[in-house]
C-alpha cells in the first residue's frame, strides 16, 4: 500500500513534466550522492527530489536509496514537503509542512511517519543571503527512545563575484540540527560551493562535520540540479 502511494504521487510530479511551464511556476529535478563516514556506520546515501513551484506555493518529495559499507541496502524513509512563501518587509518567510512517509526498508533504517511545522526566514545580509528555519517534530512512539523535539537550521550564501570569479559560483555555510529516525540529534556544519552551469543546470558540492556525539564524523557529496 505504502508502495502504491509513493507510485501515485511519483507519478503525479512527473506527469508535471510533461506540461507546458506557465508564468510563475517552475519544475526541477534533483540527483544527490553523498558519503557518510561515521564511526560506527559509514555508507552511500542518493537522494532523488522532485520539486514543483506555482506562485508562493512548492512541493517537494525527496526518495533516498542508502547503501552501507556492510549490511542490507534500500530505500530510506521518504519525505515530502509542503511550502507556503510570503514577504514582509524586505524578509522572506516560508511555512514548511514535512511528512516523512515511513516506506522505508526496515533492514535499513527504522521506517517512521513523522510531522514538522516549521518557519524560515530568510534575508539580504552583508553582500549575500542568509537564513535561519526554525521547527518541530512530531514523532510517532516505537521501541526507541523517539520524543517530540524542536530542530532549527542556520546559514548563508553569496557570491564569489568580488572575489574574481564569474556570478555562476556561489560559496556558503549551513549549521543544521535535526532528529534521526532512531530519535538522536544530529548537529552538522556544512560548507558548500555551487556552480550554475547554465539556465537551467546547478551542480553544489558540500562537505560537512559532525559537531554533536550523535552525528557522523564527516558528509561530503555533490548535487545536481536541472530546471524545466
Not at 509513493?6 to 512527473?14: E, K
Not at 530510506?76 to 524578509?91: C, E, P
Amino acid at each position: 500500500m505504502r508502495l502504491a502511494v509513493l507510485g501515485l504521487i511519483w507519478i503525479c510530479l512527473l506527469a508535471l513534466l510533461a506540461l507546458p511551464v506557465q508564468a510563475g511556476q517552475a519544475i526541477k529535478l534533483s540527483l544527490g550522492q553523498y558519503r557518510v563516514v561515521a564511526e560506527e556506520r559509514s555508507y552511500w546515501y542518493t537522494p532523488i527530489s522532485a520539486h514543483v513551484a506555482s506562485g508562493s506555493y512548492k512541493a517537494k518529495l525527496t526518495l533516498p536509496f542508502v547503501k552501507p559499507d556492510a549490511g542490507p541496502s534500500g530505500i530510506g524513509n521518504g519525505v515530502l514537503k509542503l511550502t507556503y512563501q510570503d514577504q514582509w518587509s524586505d524578509l522572506y518567510l516560508d511555512f514548511h509542512l514535512k511528512r516523512k512517509l515511513a516506506n522505508a526498508n526496515s533492514k535499513v533504517t527504522l521506517p517512521v511517519n513523522d510531522t514538522s511545522l516549521s518557519m524560515e526566514v530568510s534575508g539580504f545580509l552583508w553582500g549575500g543571503v542568509g537564513f535561519i528555519e526554525l521547527g518541530y517534530w512530531w514523532r510517532k512512539r516505537t521501541q526507541f527512545n523517539r520524543v517530540d523535539s524542536f530542530h532549527y537550521s542556520v546559514g548563508g550564501v553569496m557570491s564569489l563575484r568580488k572575489l574574481g570569479f564569474d556570478k555562476g559560483w556561489i560559496a556558503g555555510l549551513v549549521v543544521d540540527h535535526k532528529p534521526t529516525s532512531l530519535g538522536d540529534l544530529d548537529r552538522v556544519a556544512s560548507a558548500l560551493l555551487q556552480r550554475k552551469i547554465n539556465g537551467r543546470h546547478k551542480l553544489t558540492a558540500s562537505v560537512g562535520k559532525g559537531i554533536s556525539r550523535h552525528s557522523p564524523d564527516w558528509i561530503s557529496g555533490l548535487l545536481w540540479q536541472v530546471k524545466y
